[in-house]
């Protein structure tokens, strides 16, 4: 009966669209086991939307693990025990789906690598950003080719901390990237790779200065401003409270920010941003988180 933790992720990190992710200590929790029938229970976060039924994605996620491992389908009871808010740009899908995966393969032995995990997970999802800081802990950076993944995991530098705006309203992946245009300009482009390059570079060097300095963006974030109001202001009141960058946490609507420790500032001057454009919001401060998935 594998009790299985899976910590929150950010993904992007501002201009690493579909490639960075971050994993956050904010966890929720999935307990699965054979069952004479297919059973799924919902505690916290999401009770009240996430479906119970064949189509919940632990439940689809684990009979992946099944077919891929060889071995026949069983019924499954699956507990979700939820602290990661439901579509607000955590991972909150990743940390079901990567539940689901690690609690069957533990069931049936870890048949499955911690690689094939990943790449089982990034199919599923349609992209390795979350799901695999999910699986691996640290901050990953990762891209596919086509159903293969290549993925690295770096260690966050050391006193990096977050401060996470989480608005009272939900935004779906499908729609903030529905936004999203389908060619963007070369100088974009090459804005966004130079960026990445140095923030990877910054990470590995522990240089928190230029890591925020790099996170700028202009692929996704702009695009995607008229789906979270205020969030221009909010990006401006986190910089001028301490934070040393600021970006959406994946697709939104939360915003996160980067400090040099903790800032007891900065979630007030995102709240009070957001109240202004009639936005209600809860504010945590999380670190980077080292273990990816893991049985409690």
Do not use: W
């Amino acid at each position: 009966m594998p009790l299985v933790r899976v910590p929150a992720t950010t993904a992007n990190l501002g201009p690493g669209f579909d490639t960075l992710g971050m994993a956050l200590d904010l966890y929720d929790e999935l307990l699965i086991e054979a069952a004479p029938a297919l059973e799924i229970t919902v505690t916290g976060e999401g009770e009240a939307t996430i479906p119970r039924g064949p189509e919940n994605i632990a439940y689809r996620a684990a009979l992946a693990v099944f077919a891929r491992a060889g071995r026949p389908a069983v019924n499954l009871k699956i507990a979700m025990y939820n602290s990661i808010p439901v579509a607000r740009g955590l991972g909150s899908s990743a940390a079901a789906l990567v539940g689901g995966l690690v609690g069957a393969n533990a069931l049936l032995g870890e048949p499955l690598s911690r690689d094939e995990l990943v790449n089982l997970a990034t199919n599923l999802e349609g992209h390795p950003d979350n799901v695999a800081p999910a699986i691996l802990g640290g901050l990953v950076v990762a891209a596919r080719d086509g159903d293969k993944v290549y993925c690295r995991r770096l260690e966050p530098p050391a006193g990096l901390m977050t401060v996470v705006a989480i608005p009272q309203f939900t935004l779906s992946t499908r729609v903030s990237r529905g936004v999203l245009p389908a060619r963007v300009a070369l100088s974009d482009a090459v804005f966004n790779l130079s960026r990445v390059g140095l923030l990877l570079a910054a990470v590995q060097a522990g240089d928190l200065e230029l890591m925020g300095k790099m996170m700028e963006d202009k692929l996704h974030q702009p695009y995607r401003l008229p789906l979270v109001p205020g969030m221009g202001e909010v990006f401006a009141a986190a910089r001028e409270a301490g934070a040393l960058a600021v970006a959406l946490s994946g697709s939104g609507p939360s915003v996160i920010a980067f400090c040099r420790g903790r800032k007891p500032e900065v979630g007030p001057a995102m709240a009070a941003a957001f109240a202004r454009h009639g936005v209600a919001c809860t504010v945590k401060e999380l670190a980077p988180c080292p273990q990816g998935a893991l049985i409690v």
